[in-house]
């Protein structure tokens, strides 16, 4: 499904100095150096292209290598790139990575359940939560669908997950949004748009914006392989790197755009090939390895911070449960493929190898959290149902500063209904506030 990558070992990976990142990190590709880093790219003329008189077509240059930092059994490949964090952020990550199954699991047999209308899954991907760590919590974050470890890493709670998904009054989206579109504004969290890759123009806009601040933040930008397939994608990295915007485009490639495996969906050497043609300084990460990614994008953030300009992650991973609630994903691979992956390399498994390994986890630590996340989940979710849900007159606010006449017709008409009609309205079921 994937095309066949190799591991790279850089020789150094700072994880607080942008000035110490290497060709390795950001791959040798494109990159050998950090004064080649921010040179490979500067603008040239076409008189500046070196000519010559053979005939000949460009074709690929082979394969970017992988960057990983831990083996499949959480054991560290060059002590060198093990990045330095504290005991309390390291278990923060693995509790989040815990929690993220939990809800899982909950809210796709709630769906099934028709107690809410709608789920996406984050199973197999997971890992991420480590890129929220690395990131300033002034940076802005726009995400797409499987991004729920990154909420929860910068601050979303389990109540606030369910009270989005289940649109009652507590919902910051006021009912408004389908489940699993969350957005945090205290969290500097853009909401979740259904419409696919239109957040990444966005991310490169918010960019340009940051950068005329002036303040040193970046804007971090999620998006799976079959969103860099749409037009938003091109346009966004090519104003990205024509404006110089400090904004990573993080590519989750899980091998699967809905039903489409990445073999059909593209030719050249996956996502991250695609930057070296806009400009943009690129990386290819193994996406199940969290410290590879927190490595990943701690280097790209100080680069795009301090040089403003953006760069491209591709993150290859594999999304172990179905595309949604409304997918079946063994009409188009085989379960045993699934499995095999979750069994191999689950990115949970592996992290916890390495915690325990410090001493910083064991069984009945585990144990406990899970218990404990299982029923505050639960619990959550029995809360989160018996809410009312927002007041109807949400329907129309929130768009005009003061409600256009029109409007105000609309509401009267709808309230004269629901007057007649309460039960057929369920209008007892909404919060009068």
């Not at 991004?147 to 408004?176: H, W």
């Not at 749409?230 to 091998?255: K, V």
Request: proline share 3%; hydrophobic share 35%.
């Amino acid at each position: 499904m994937f095309s066949t990558v190799t591991r790279a070992q850089p020789k150094f990976v700072c994880a607080k100095m942008a000035t110490r990142i290497t060709g390795s990190l950001f791959g040798s590709v494109y990159v050998t150096g950090l004064q080649k880093f921010k040179n490979t790219f500067a603008t040239k003329s076409f008189g500046d292209a070196p000519r010559t008189d053979k005939l000949t077509l460009a074709t690929a240059s082979g394969t970017m290598s992988m960057y990983s930092v831990m083996d499949a059994n959480g054991v560290i490949n060059n002590k060198e790139n093990e990045p330095t964090v504290s005991k309390e952020d390291a278990v923060s990550m693995y509790k989040n990575m815990l929690a993220i199954n939990h809800l899982d699991q909950v809210l796709y047999e709630a769906q099934r359940q028709g107690r809410i209308s709608f789920y996406m899954t984050s199973h197999g991907e997971e890992a991420l939560v480590s890129t929220a760590l690395a990131l300033d919590p002034n940076d802005y974050v726009y995400t797409q669908y499987r991004e729920l470890g990154v909420f929860l890493q910068r601050g979303y709670t389990i109540d606030d997950v369910m009270n989005q998904c289940f649109s009652n009054k507590y919902d910051p989206a006021k009912g408004r949004q389908m489940p699993v579109h969350y957005g945090s504004k205290k969290l500097k969290l853009m909401t979740v748009s259904s419409p696919l890759a239109t957040q990444i123009p966005q991310a490169a806009g918010t960019g340009y914006a940051l950068k005329r601040e002036g303040n040193g933040n970046v804007v971090m930008c999620y998006f799976g392989d079959g969103a860099a397939s749409e037009g938003d994608f091109h346009a966004a990295l090519n104003m990205a790197a024509t404006l110089s915007c400090p904004t990573i485009f993080f590519c989750r490639n899980n091998g699967y755009a809905i039903s489409t495996p990445s073999t059909e969906q593209y030719k050249g050497d996956g996502i991250v090939s695609r930057g070296a043609g806009y400009g943009i300084a690129s990386i290819r990460v193994d996406g199940n390895d969290l410290w590879a990614l927190y490595n990943a994008t701690k280097a790209a953030r100080d680069y795009a911070s301090t040089q403003n300009k953006p760069v491209l992650i591709e993150a290859m991973t594999y999304r172990v449960g179905h595309h949604s609630t409304s997918d079946d994903s063994t009409s188009y691979r085989p379960k045993k493929e699934a499995e095999d992956w979750t069994r191999k390399d689950n990115p949970i498994t592996r992290y916890r190898r390495w915690l325990e390994d410090k001493g910083w986890w064991n069984n009945e630590l585990d144990n406990q959290e899970r218990v404990a996340l299982r029923r505050a989940v639960l619990e959550s979710l029995s809360r989160a149902e018996k809410c009312k849900k927002p007041n109807i007159n949400y329907m129309f606010t929130d768009v005009y500063d003061e409600l256009t006449q029109n409007l105000k017709e609309e509401i009267a008409e709808m309230q004269q209904l629901v007057n007649k009609y309460p039960d057929y309205y369920k209008i007892n079921e909404h919060s009068r506030e």
